[in-house]
T-cell receptor, first 110, second 115 residues
């Protein structure tokens, strides 16, 4: 799997958009970009994934650059409950395991 | 929304004892996984399971570990003779398929404490 680089921590004001960056400059053409989060010691929670196109669901939006070397997870209106560690993972098409890095600790502040 | 459930939420066991961690994957999912997270460390892949066989395992998953799908709904992880270093959160996950376009959905874990 391609290596990802994320900032170790970020702050965001409650109600504002949280934009979490991820670099994956060695990504190959058939690797998907996945985002998970882990709130306290709970299990990783799936957020969103994409291959080339931008994606949106009820939780978040995923913006992937045209060269696919980086992506941004957007939480449009962050709440205190969004405080968590966010993991950006790139996953080979035929690999059925995830490698979790250290992620970004997002602190949403009132 | 369907979810992966794990029991117990916390298991305390004496070193050297056997322990079985239980998981009920999402009902129409076909692929099952175990991961673990030692306190303060990263989430690590242990094993994947499909069609009643292990499809992949990590170097952590040695002969002390085994997995089983004893019936149509449960998926278990057994540690035969526990060691202190087995203390961790153990997460079960399941997915509909194994290709890159299929997310894995995780349970909330079992905290295993070895005394």
């Amino acid at each position: 799997d391609a290596k990802t680089t994320q900032p170790p921590s970020m702050d965001c004001a409650e109600g504002r958009a949280a934009n979490l960056p991820c670099n994956h400059s060695t990504i190959s053409g058939n690797e998907y970009v996945y985002w998970y989060r882990q709130i306290h010691s709970q299990g990783p929670q799936y957020i969103i994934h994409g291959l080339k196109n931008n994606e949106t669901n009820e939780m978040a939006s995923l913006i992937i650059t045209e060269d696919r070397k980086s992506s941004t997870l957007i939480l449009p209106h962050a709440t205190l409950r969004d405080t968590a560690v966010y993991y950006c993972i790139v996953r080979l098409y035929n690999f059925n395991k995830f490698y979790f890095g250290s992620g970004t600790k997002l602190n949403v502040k009132p | 929304e369907p979810e992966v459930t794990q029991t117990p939420s916390h298991q305390v066991t004496q070193m050297g004892q056997e322990v079985i961690l239980r998981c009920v994957p999402i009902s129409n999912h076909l692929y099952f996984y175990w991961y673990r997270q030692i306190l303060g460390q990263k989430v690590e892949f242990l094993v994947s399971f499909y069609n009643n066989e292990i499809s992949e395992k990590s170097e952590i998953f040695d002969d002390q570990f085994s997995v089983e799908r004893p019936d149509g709904s449960n998926f278990t992880l057994k540690i035969r003779s526990t060691k202190l270093e087995d203390s961790a959160m153990y997460f079960c996950a399941s997915s509909l398929g194994s290709d890159g376009n299929q997310p894995q959905h995780f349970g909330d874990g079992t905290r295993l404490s070895i005394l």
